[in-house]
């Protein structure tokens, strides 16, 4: 992957490039949900790239960025992405970002919205963490970071996603490429990646200050963040767009890829068209 040194981190990326037919084509921003990388989004950069420049990115500790002594709060993740905007020369980006990259990309449309051209969220809340919550994250953040994943795979699997998924056979194959992409993190910078979402500030003061074209989309089943969050987001933005998905939990990209990649396009498609 390819790299960038921003506000003392080294951030992997992917880029996908222009569309050969299409050389001044918009970019997707695409922002990852905590445990996992920009590999959560593959099957939405496979339906977009013909139309779109698609880039991702690793939050710190996460993927292929490695870890770093501080900054898995929200802002300073926020403050990472807005120098990857601007460094790579991208704005103004469509920015869909899932979970943790929900909770950022709040943050970037409130706060940078000239950078941005739209936002999707998908599987996020503009809240805390509620507190109970918030001690079962910790708890299994230092667990995970002195044993690794398998004692608490059990706990987190129907965290990350929806009943029916885990439930399928087909799914084995995705939830055994999570589980070799997680093994190969720093347990150290997964720890501090789970404990600033768990200790996130909320950010639903803020949705008032987004006057960007908006799409909330939520899994039916999510359990991490539920469809009341999504409900609170879209009505916190002026002409929010919502979304629920059956038969979805809390990633919806891999759990619902055909119909996720289908709510962007056309999504995507009626902001350019405007």
Not at 132 to 137: C, H, L
Not at 146 to 171: E, W
Request: charged share 25%; aromatic share 6%; proline share 7%.
């Amino acid at each position: 992957m390819a790299t960038l040194q921003v506000n003392g981190a080294t951030v992997a990326y992917t880029d996908t490039g222009a569309p050969t037919d299409r050389p001044d084509a918009p970019t997707v921003v695409f922002g990852h949900g905590l445990l996992f990388s920009g590999w959560m989004f593959h099957p939405q950069i496979e339906a977009l790239r013909r139309r779109y420049r698609c880039v991702t990115l690793d939050w710190r500790g996460q993927g292929d960025t490695p870890a770093t002594p501080s900054g898995y709060d929200m802002d300073t993740l926020a403050g990472d992405a807005v120098a990857l905007i601007e460094k790579l020369g991208l704005a103004p980006v469509h920015f869909v970002g899932l979970s943790m990259g929900g909770f950022v990309g709040q943050r970037l449309a409130a706060r940078r919205g000239e950078l941005l051209r739209s936002l999707s969220l998908l599987d996020t809340s503009a809240d805390e963490e509620d507190p109970a919550e918030a001690r079962r994250y910790r708890l299994l953040a230092s667990v995970y970071r002195l044993v690794g994943i398998t004692p608490v795979r059990r706990k987190v699997l129907p965290l990350m996603f929806g009943a029916a998924f885990l439930s399928s056979p087909a799914s084995e194959p995705v939830i055994a490429e999570w589980t070799r992409r997680l093994r190969r993190c720093d347990r150290a910078g997964i720890r501090k990646a789970v404990l600033g979402v768990a200790d996130r500030a909320p950010v639903r003061e803020e949705l008032r200050h987004i006057a960007l074209p908006t799409l909330v989309v939520v899994g039916a089943a999510d359990i991490a963040t539920p469809p009341a969050r999504a409900e609170r987001i879209a009505a916190g933005i002026d002409g929010a767009r919502l979304e629920v998905v059956p038969d979805a939990g809390h990633t919806s990209t891999l759990e619902r890829p055909v119909i996720i990649s289908s709510l962007l396009e056309d999504f995507l498609a009626s902001v350019d068209e405007r």
